[in-house]
């Protein structure tokens, strides 16, 4: 069955270092997510990429945060200079979104930032 | 404003009884509605999904759920609960459109006591 997979699992990084997570989202899907989860708190949208463009970004996707597609597999999401607030699981997810999109997203195991 | 709301912060359940776990929302477009579940150090596995039509939604691992739009509920239930079940339940609302974001609640923690 295929999965979004995502790399690495967990990294911890010292704050204000840049970190960059990655994803491989399912190969027919079209759309491309990132949530993250506090630790104990909800799980919280981050951003909606499509058609190698941003869709849709909360209020917490702010400007040290970015994310690219830099080839036909890969989604990224980079953090520019890590906050200690950043620590958090970051779940990628992605969607069909094409004539037969039911809005359902398929989710990553989530890669564990730890900012100290 | 667009929100999930799971009351119930933790419930224990004993192994075999019924479960049943709340999810209210506000939405201002026709939702979709999600169960997801997580376990612990897991990703999010989808339990089920409802779109339109029958309002009871069959999901895996025998779980069930049933809209309620007069009640703005989603609340999943199963008949018999296994000690496997203990895990964090999500609610979520989405949009019809690709590409908007699922509004999760806060979650509701499962413990099966045997």
């Known amino acids: 069955e295929p999965e979004v997979t995502q790399t690495p699992s967990h990294q911890v990084t010292q704050m204000g270092q840049e970190v960059i997570l990655r994803c491989v989202p399912i190969s027919n899907h079209l759309y491309f997510y990132w949530y993250r989860q506090i630790l104990g708190q909800k799980v919280e949208f981050l951003v909606s990429f499509y058609n190698n463009e941003i869709s849709e970004k909360s209020e917490i996707f702010d400007d040290q945060f970015s994310v690219e597609r830099p080839d036909g597999s890969n989604f990224t999401l980079k953090i520019r200079s890590t906050k200690l607030e950043d620590s958090a699981m970051y779940f990628c997810?992605?969607?069909?979104?094409?004539?037969?999109?039911?809005?359902?997203?398929?989710f990553g195991e989530g890669s564990r930032l730890t900012v100290l | 404003a667009q929100s999930v709301t799971q009351p119930d912060i933790h419930i224990t359940v004993s192994e075999g009884a019924s479960l049943e776990l709340r999810c209210n929302y506000s939405?201002?477009?026709?939702?979709?509605l999600f169960w997801y579940v997580q376990s612990p150090g897991q990703g999010l596995q989808l339990l089920l999904k409802y779109f339109s039509g029958d309002t009871l939604v069959q999901g895996i691992k025998g779980f069930e759920a049933e809209f309620k739009r007069s009640q703005s509920s989603f609340n999943l239930r199963k008949p018999s609960v296994h000690w496997s079940d203990a895990a964090e339940y999500f609610c979520?609302?989405?949009?019809?459109?690709?590409?908007?974001?699922?509004?999760f609640g806060k979650g509701t923690t499962l413990s099966v006591s045997s």
């Open positions: 979520a609302v989405g949009a019809v459109q690709a590409g908007t974001a699922l509004i």
């Open positions: 939405y201002g477009a026709t939702p979709y």
């Open positions: 997810a992605s969607s069909d979104g094409g004539t037969a999109n039911t809005g359902e997203l398929f």
